[in-house]
């Protein structure tokens, strides 16, 4: 397959999703079947107070609904936890609360999580006869011994066969899989690589391994019972990924994800270039009008409170460091990089030179690149990571912080 240009998506004025004018809504479902060792989101193993808290985001979705009056919303995401153990009919009565309290654009982009035990061949059908447009399945890797460390709740050959009947229905399909796993050889890599390729997958979300603190996987390094994560390794596989994924025709447009024209996520998309959403749920995290709010993460508490039509909601109101400091982290992250001109405009002169002065060093190391653009009419530079500047890229951002 012919290579694509990365030039063809880096016009300063568009990116592979045309403009985004529009807001976007997620949705947190906190249930899953069983704790994942690596993982710190908000969730719970018990369902027991499912229907309660699907009457509450619900609620939440029209108590907000002033929020978003004069914006569309152009895509929806139901995370977790595991969305996926909802029914279609639960599916349909979050999605429907969305059109009846909001602006929705048509042929939203409607993405479901979802977990490979989930995707029975009865459920797929099912999912493919609802509103949902887009799955963005957790296979994490096509492995039993993977699967197992990581205690994952479904086996290496579920992963296989979920794929089997997803791609049957559905065109819009992201898979996550987990690289730099202790002891994982590049072959390894390599094959779990080649089995997503195999199954013709338009998009690949990949994440290194990573200890987060409170974990069961923090636990167990701590103890001696887990091997310690290898930096060198996990560097080695997203070496490996950028250039395999190059090869099939994937772009790779922001950091962790790897899309083929067209398949690009549109809802995460928005995040990265500073739009408007909506967090619905416990934990779940908006963003507004230049401020942040995030919800208590106790589904208990949550409830009550939309119970008593209180939001149970953080405000911060985010300073001019605060949103200069987002957007040269969401940038760098992406292919799209900084617009100088656009710090310049939106933060002023003083923030552009010292965003110049900070880079000098990651710069003169072949880490960062200032490239131009739409020469022909007016030359615009961009901040951009280099290959060798992309796995370093969340400690360089933060070098370049206005504290």
């Excluded at 459920?123 to 197992?148: C, H, M, P, T, Y």
């Excluded at 270039?273 to 995030?294: M, V």
Aim: glycine share 4%; net charge negative; hydrophobic share 35%.
């Amino acid at each position: 397959m012919e290579n694509i240009k990365i030039s063809d998506y880096l016009s300063n004025n568009s990116s592979p999703l045309g403009k985004l004018d529009g807001a976007a809504i997620y949705i947190h479902i906190p249930f899953c079947k069983q704790a994942c060792h690596y993982c710190d989101f908000h969730f719970s193993t018990s369902l027991k107070k499912k229907e309660e808290l699907i009457n509450a985001l619900i609620k939440e979705l029209e108590l907000r609904k002033e929020e978003f009056q004069n914006q569309s919303i152009e895509t929806i995401y139901f995370g977790g936890g595991t969305p996926s153990l909802l029914t279609n009919e639960e599916l349909s009565l979050l999605i429907n609360a969305v059109y009846t309290n909001y602006q929705v654009v048509d042929n939203p982009e409607i993405t479901l999580e979802a977990n490979p035990d989930d995707l029975t061949e009865k459920r797929v059908k099912e999912l493919a006869n609802s509103q949902i447009n887009r799955l963005s399945i957790g296979i994490q890797s096509f492995f039993e011994d993977d699967l197992k460390s990581m205690n994952r709740a479904h086996n290496a050959t579920e992963a296989k066969e979920c794929l089997k009947e997803a791609t049957r229905y559905f065109d819009n399909i992201t898979i996550d899989l987990i690289y730099g796993i202790p002891n994982m050889s590049l072959e390894k890599w390599n094959e779990n690589l080649k089995i997503a390729f195999n199954f013709g997958v338009n998009h690949i979300s990949s994440y290194a391994l990573t200890v987060e603190p409170k974990t069961a996987l923090d636990s167990f390094i701590k103890k001696g019972t887990y091997p310690p994560i290898d930096e060198e390794l996990a560097l080695e596989h997203f070496n490996h990924l950028i250039a395999e994924t190059d090869k099939q025709g994937f772009v790779h447009y922001e950091i962790s994800n790897f899309g083929k024209p067209n398949y690009f996520s549109k809802h995460n998309t928005s995040y990265w270039q500073g739009k408007s959403y909506l967090g619905i749920g416990p934990s779940a995290h908006s963003f507004y009008n230049n401020q942040r709010s995030w919800n208590i993460a106790n589904n208990t508490k949550y409830i009550k409170s939309i119970q008593q039509n209180q939001l149970p909601s953080t405000v911060e109101t985010l300073t001019k460091k605060n949103r200069f400091n987002e957007c040269v982290m969401t940038g760098l992250r992406t292919i799209w990089g900084v617009s100088l001109l656009k710090i310049e405009e939106d933060f002023g002169s003083e923030f552009k030179e010292h965003l110049l002065t900070a880079s000098k060093e990651f710069i003169n190391q072949q880490l960062l690149i200032v490239t131009s653009s739409d020469c022909d009419s007016n030359c615009i530079e961009k901040l951009q990571a280099t290959q060798k500047g992309k796995f370093l890229i969340d400690g360089i951002s933060s070098s370049l912080f206005l504290l």
